[in-house]
């Protein structure tokens, strides 16, 4: 008889912990993949999303992307690659940026990628967004945008590669080819074309803070031409010879680019105030809202391809935020540039700006405490006290 009853223990425990598990596998499903956006983003397709092969060949929005202005046109707009957890990274930021402040005025999405990205990793990016809300993908991206520069020798490349292997991606063949896209190549593509507008965003990084204002408009309305969240110091050993070339481009364009003397100019940002060299201080520009018409420019592209054409991206191992930065320096002023005080963001779980105003910080995941503003490593006093006036405040997150 006590086996009889522990028998039925047994069944009964068994027949709960099952039905528990179906429980926390729907919930799972309910948060993650909203299914009645997977349906409609299938269409008609009667197979269940999560089964294999049950994914439809995605197909991109029409040209020109529903925008939610008639007087200008903006995006968000990143470089993914088409790994799992990279897909991972990507629906976690868009569902914040989405929840943040992308839910009260429904701008587009445009992703690139070197890579062949799947049905499925587009679908599941895709269903992060409202309907009405266009997602565009241009992955493949060729030779034209992602590889070497026709005056690269490929072999003094691939010997500065084993030179910097214990450098930070300094061993990395993709890592050069993202940053010459992404420093100026990505410009030009015809996806971006019809933009005012771009919101570089990155997988995996964080907006912990409610955003009750439109930064598009922001910049536009305030004239801004570049914006951005931290700055910090670069690693010296891999941009050894990028200063001097950039000098050498400014006196060769002494005509064009702001005056040393010019004390509106960005130049106090970037020189270090004993030795007057280059203190390596730049913005980092994987949250930057910036006008196009600054970055697609011709004096902008014309530096381009003269930091192109020196080869220092394959060479030595220069970066995008720094090469974008000292591109700035040469050609915009003090107030072309916005700080984000006021939108709270995170990167890998360490580089954080929390907003200063209780108002706003009250309500995001972050303390100003935390804060890589105050960092030894941050650049953002530097920014400040080479004569930047502070930082300008949308009025309804006062």
């Given at each position: 008889?006590?086996?009889?009853?522990?028998?039925?223990?047994?069944?009964?425990?068994?027949?709960?912990?099952?039905?528990?598990?179906?429980?926390?596998?729907?919930?799972?499903i309910?948060?993650?993949?909203?299914?009645?956006?997977?349906?409609?983003?299938?269409?008609?397709?009667?197979?269940?999303?999560?089964?294999?092969?049950?994914?439809?060949?995605y197909?991109?929005?029409?040209?020109?992307?529903?925008?939610?202005?008639?007087?200008?046109?903006?995006?968000y707009?990143?470089?993914?690659?088409g790994?799992?957890?990279?897909?991972?990274g990507?629906?976690?930021?868009i569902?914040?940026?989405e929840?943040?402040?992308?839910?009260?005025?429904?701008?587009?999405?445009i992703i690139?990628?070197?890579?062949?990205?799947?049905?499925?990793?587009?679908?599941?990016?895709?269903?992060?967004?409202?309907?009405?809300?266009?997602?565009?993908?241009?992955?493949?991206?060729?030779?034209e945008?992602?590889?070497?520069?026709?005056?690269?020798?490929?072999?003094?490349?691939?010997?500065?590669?084993?030179?910097?292997?214990?450098?930070?991606?300094?061993?990395?063949?993709?890592?050069?080819?993202?940053?010459r896209?992404?420093?100026?190549?990505m410009?030009?593509?015809?996806a971006?074309?019809?933009?005012?507008?771009?919101?570089?965003?990155?997988?995996?990084?964080e907006?912990?803070?409610?955003?009750?204002?439109?930064?598009?408009?922001?910049?536009k309305?305030?004239?801004?031409?570049?914006?951005?969240?931290?700055?910090?110091?670069?690693?010296?050993?891999?941009?050894?010879?990028?200063?001097?070339?950039?000098?050498?481009?400014?006196?060769?364009?002494?005509?064009?680019v702001?005056?040393?003397?010019?004390?509106?100019?960005?130049?106090?940002?970037?020189?270090?105030?004993?030795?007057?060299?280059f203190?390596?201080?730049h913005f980092?520009?994987?949250?930057?809202?910036?006008?196009?018409?600054?970055?697609r420019?011709?004096l902008?592209q014309?530096?381009?391809?003269?930091i192109?054409?020196?080869?220092?991206?394959?060479y030595?191992?220069?970066?995008?935020?720094?090469?974008?930065?000292?591109g700035?320096?040469?050609f915009?002023?003090?107030s072309?540039?916005?700080?984000w005080?006021?939108?709270?963001?995170?990167?890998?779980?360490y580089?954080?700006?929390?907003?200063?105003?209780?108002?706003?910080?009250?309500?995001?995941?972050?303390?100003?405490?935390?804060?890589?503003?105050?960092?030894?490593?941050s650049?953002?006093?530097?920014?400040?006290?080479?004569?930047?006036?502070?930082?300008s405040?949308?009025?309804?997150?006062?």
């Open positions: 008889m006590a086996s009889i009853q522990s028998f039925k223990r047994r069944t009964i425990l068994r027949i709960v912990g099952f039905l528990s598990f179906l429980l926390l596998c729907s919930f799972v309910w948060t993650y993949i909203p299914l009645d956006r997977v349906a409609s983003s299938l269409g008609k397709n009667k197979h269940h999303p999560l089964i294999v092969n049950a994914w439809p060949p197909e991109n929005p029409q040209q020109p992307l529903r925008q939610p202005h008639d007087n200008f046109n903006a995006a707009v990143t470089f993914i690659k790994d799992s957890a990279s897909l991972a990507l629906r976690m930021t569902r914040q940026i929840f943040s402040v992308n839910k009260e005025h429904h701008y587009p999405y690139f990628s070197n890579e062949e990205l799947s049905d499925e990793f587009k679908h599941l990016a895709n269903v992060m967004t409202p309907d009405d809300i266009d997602v565009a993908f241009y992955d493949k991206l060729d030779n945008y992602y590889g070497y520069a026709n005056s690269t020798d490929q072999k003094e490349a691939e010997a500065a590669r084993i030179r910097m292997n214990e450098t930070l991606f300094g061993d990395s063949e993709d890592y050069r080819f993202s940053s896209f992404m420093a100026g190549l410009f030009r593509h015809p971006l074309k019809d933009l005012d507008y771009i919101w570089r965003f990155e997988g995996g990084t907006y912990i803070c409610p955003v009750n204002f439109d930064p598009f408009a922001f910049m309305d305030t004239g801004k031409k570049v914006s951005f969240s931290i700055a910090l110091y670069e690693y010296e050993e891999t941009i050894p010879s990028l200063f001097s070339n950039v000098m050498k481009f400014a006196s060769e364009n002494s005509d064009i702001q005056s040393t003397d010019n004390p509106k100019s960005l130049w106090d940002f970037v020189i270090d105030d004993d030795s007057q060299g203190n390596k201080c980092w520009n994987n949250f930057q809202i910036a006008d196009m018409n600054f970055f420019g011709e902008y014309r530096y381009f391809d003269f192109d054409n020196s080869n220092g991206i394959f030595e191992r220069w970066g995008d935020p720094v090469i974008q930065t000292l700035m320096i040469l915009l002023e003090k072309d540039i916005q700080f005080e006021n939108i709270g963001y995170r990167v890998a779980d580089f954080t700006h929390c907003p200063s105003n209780k108002m706003i910080y009250k309500h995001c995941s972050c303390r100003p405490s935390q804060n890589f503003d105050y960092d030894g490593y650049c953002l006093r530097k920014f400040f006290s080479s004569g930047n006036e502070i930082f405040l949308p009025q309804s997150t006062l």
